[in-house]
């Protein structure tokens, strides 16, 4: 009989996004009557841009004449998204960073955890907690942990707690480590990371031979301009940080599905014997391996987001769910609620009334006010008393929410 993973059985319950689907779902047919607003998931709402919509258009039309039918593209990406990325993602903000250092996928929640595959099963992970749950979990999966305790977090990884007592800055690592994730604008707390924090990180990593997984897929939601939109802003970072960039909530591709990661080749890892070799080539034959490319048309819609009228439509997008974000942390705020996050981007982490538990407000807020939003400890054991809201939603759905929560909190 075939055998199991066995490391699949130290996974918790379930992910945590199915988990609040579950409730949610129970909540509704017990319920048929509420209105239920989602607040929870950061799934964007509103339509693509008119640009990407525009390219994706003729994209198809051109696959419907022979002459200009296309078949398998490259598995990297085709060169004029790529080249696209390269001038407006990293050059315009003074970046090195070749074309062929590009590899288009169709999701960084892919290529996060994909990307472990290059990596020997000995590396000590270190996680900021609280974290997005896919850098755990598929490290969990990778058999690079042990159990987990009771408070969720797995022996092998190096938790760096960060919350309101130590500004949401996390500390560097009390012990060597040779992975390190890093998310900014951060999922769940939406703060950001300064250009001397990131410095710290990078000469952190190089000093310890380190390697920096910097996920920047909210990087458009940046208004500050003196913060880093990416990693290689800082000097040295080509030599020990791999990035991940989305489409999806920049130009609301969630449904469409692009994305890519950068792997600068001069980023090294060691081989069991002790020699130094770049994981450019590594990633290169894992990605024309196991995935095919995307799609034709997407890549055409990606393009287009760079386009004088998709940079203008893009950036109205972005500034639409900011706003949203405001509005829900001036509603917060005027009710007592200590709430962080919201201004660099599009989720506002707060702290649960009376430092009540995460799940048990979740519940509350569910059944009272009939909105969903997500949990803190589902990011991790340093989310405990803490609750996230999306700003992906409409106006009038924020608005209404808006109201509920000082019905409810009022």
């Not at 380190?210 to 939109?229: G, K, S, V, W």
Request: with cysteine; charged share 20%.
């Amino acid at each position: 009989m075939a055998l199991l993973n066995p490391d699949y059985a130290k996974l918790k319950a379930g992910y945590l996004f199915p988990e609040i689907g579950r409730r949610v779902s129970k909540f509704a047919s017990e319920n048929p009557q509420a209105k239920i607003i989602r607040l929870g998931i950061g799934d964007v709402t509103e339509p693509l841009p008119p640009a990407v919509v525009a390219a994706m258009h003729t994209a198809v039309d051109e696959l419907a004449v022979r002459s200009s039918f296309r078949g398998y593209g490259p598995e990297q990406g085709y060169d004029f998204l790529r080249q696209a990325i390269v001038d407006n993602d990293f050059k315009a903000r003074g970046c090195d960073i070749a074309i062929d250092e590009v590899f288009v996928s169709d999701g960084s929640k892919c290529d996060t955890g994909n990307i472990l595959e290059i990596f020997g099963a000995g590396n000590t992970v270190a996680i900021i907690d609280p974290v997005y749950p896919v850098y755990v979990d598929t490290n969990v999966m990778a058999g690079r942990t042990g159990a987990a305790d009771e408070s969720g977090r797995y022996e092998g990884l190096v938790y760096i707690p960060v919350t309101a007592e130590n500004n949401f800055v996390p500390a560097l690592p009390d012990r060597p480590v040779d992975l390190i994730y890093l998310c900014y604008p951060n999922n769940p707390t939406g703060m950001v990371a300064t250009r001397e924090e990131l410095t710290k990180w990078v000469n952190y990593a190089r000093a310890n031979d380190a390697i920096i997984l910097f996920d920047a897929a909210y990087e458009a939601f940046i208004t500050d301009p003196a913060i880093p939109h990416s990693i290689y802003e800082i000097p040295g970072a080509r030599d020990c940080a791999i990035e991940f960039r989305s489409f999806s909530k920049t130009a609301g591709f969630t449904g469409v599905r692009c994305a890519f990661t950068v792997v600068p080749k001069t980023v090294m890892a060691k081989t069991p014997s002790g020699e130094k070799q770049p994981l450019h080539p590594l990633w290169n034959r894992r990605h024309t391996t196991k995935f095919n490319g995307v799609s034709y048309p997407v890549q055409r819609g990606a393009e287009a987001v760079y386009s004088p009228e998709g940079k203008q439509q893009v950036k109205a997008l972005v500034n639409f769910y900011l706003t949203n974000a405001k509005l829900l942390c001036e509603a917060l705020r005027s009710l007592g609620v200590n709430v962080f996050g919201g201004v660099n981007a599009p989720y506002v982490w707060m702290q649960t009334p009376g430092g009540e538990a995460s799940w048990s407000f979740f519940d509350k807020l569910l059944s009272k006010a009939h909105l969903v939003g997500t949990p803190g400890s589902g990011f991790g054991a340093a989310g405990e008393g803490y609750f996230r809201l999306s700003a992906f939603n409409s106006r009038e759905n924020v608005e209404e929410a808006i109201a509920r929560l000082k019905t409810m909190l009022g």
